[in-house]
């Protein structure tokens, strides 16, 4: 069934994007992978391309576009490469970070801020989960309190994307420890920060390339002004933000399904075994069945939701269905990619393998399945209350 989403411009741009990847990130990714770490070059080249930035308005140096569907378009060309870290830390900066700033920044915070994000100059971070709490937000200890003109922070936060890359930090502070989901408040720490400090980068099972790591606030004073969006506001900003970072994973998922997909069709039916290519066999047959149809059926869910992400119209509730179906098909994908793979699967210079590694953060992060669920539920449990 021919797909709709994607129009003459998105078609012009997956060339650009195609280039970029192949130019500058194909070449040095195994070496990103094996030193677990990205070259900070890349980003420079990214912003000269246009591949990061793209929801920065024009007056702050970026391309000012706010049809997700160009983002959707880099998704795919990054599955398609199995280049995951790389994707994985333009998400965070385009999806997550910027919008946090573009929604709730001051003028004069977007205009210090945006410009060199977008020129790829400066790299940023969320820091939310701490080492008591992860989806559990209200859990959070790290404090901030107001001393004059400044906040001073303390605490320490884990499991951090782009934690060591990372020259601004968006982090969640308690910052009125009796006022419950109205105590919260997002500060940003900028590198360089005294008392601000980073501890290990962490040893991940996959995504080995892509920045994680420890942040420690230990009395880490920063300007008042550094405050994003209203004070005790945080908790709730948080959850205005989620819809996009979830439909954003829901994306990433559903487009390395497809390009695991791809991988394996195209091995099932150039490995031979009993003298034939094993895709002719019908168990072989069966499987590339049901993970084409899997991934045809829910790609087509994935395009409404991006279609209603443009509108204005996609709900907290909406992105959780989207983000835990679709990782959640990722992972059945890829392991059966694996599986028809035999040997060969288990090997790391078969892309499906990497894939394999990579993929099973996706069901965790951003709000883990059984949260997803969670929220689903309480949605069907408000209809009766």
């Known amino acids: 069934m021919k797909r709709t989403l994607f129009e003459a411009d998105h078609e012009a741009y997956r060339e650009t994007v195609r280039e970029f990847l192949a130019r500058e990130v194909v070449p040095n990714y195994e070496r990103w992978e094996e030193e677990r770490l990205i070259d900070r070059n890349v980003y420079l080249e990214a912003g000269k391309s246009g591949i990061l930035g793209l929801g920065v308005p024009e007056e702050f140096g970026g391309s000012g576009v706010t049809d997700f569907r160009f983002r959707h378009v880099v998704q795919e060309e990054v599955a398609r490469t199995g280049t995951t870290s790389f994707g994985a830390t333009l998400a965070l900066q385009d999806d997550i970070v910027v919008p946090y700033i573009l929604h709730l920044g ?45 906040w001073v922070i303390n605490g320490q936060k884990t499991f951090i994307t782009n934690g060591i890359h990372s020259d601004l930090v968006i982090v969640v502070c308690r910052t009125d420890p009796g006022a419950g989901a109205k105590g919260f408040s997002l500060i940003v720490v900028e590198r360089d920060t005294p008392g601000f400090s980073r ?68 091995y099932a039916f150039e490995r031979k075994a009993f003298g034939k290519p094993i895709g002719d066999l019908q168990n072989t047959r069966f499987v590339l069945a049901e993970m084409l149809t899997e991934i045809e059926v829910t790609e ?86």
């Open 199 to 266: 501890g290990r980068k962490l040893h991940k099972v996959g995504l080995a390339a892509q920045d994680t790591a420890e942040l420690v606030f230990e009395d880490a004073r920063v300007p008042a002004e550094n405050l994003l969006g209203g004070e005790g506001r945080g908790f709730f900003h948080l959850m205005e933000n989620l819809p996009l970072e979830r439909i954003g994973i829901a994306v990433s998922a559903i487009t390395s399904a497809r390009a695991a997909y791809e991988w394996t069709k195209r």
């Open 300 to 385: 087509s869910h994935i395009d409404r939701c991006v279609l209603a992400l443009n509108a204005g119209e996609l709900t907290a509730v909406d992105a959780s269905k989207a983000k835990w179906w679709a990782t959640e098909l990722q992972k059945r994908v890829v392991d059966r990619g694996v599986q028809l793979h035999g040997g060969y699967g288990y090997m790391m210079e078969y892309p499906i393998a990497r894939a394999y590694v990579d993929a099973r953060i996706q069901t965790i992060y951003g709000g883990t399945t059984e949260i997803m669920k969670e929220i689903i539920g309480r949605d069907i449990a408000s209809e009766f209350a």
């Open 106 to 150: 001051t003028e004069e915070q977007k205009a210090r801020w945006l410009p060199r994000m977008a020129a790829g100059e400066v790299i940023g971070a969320i820091a939310m989960t701490e080492p008591g709490a992860g989806s559990d937000l209200q859990g959070v200890k790290t404090t901030a309190v107001r001393d004059g003109d400044e």
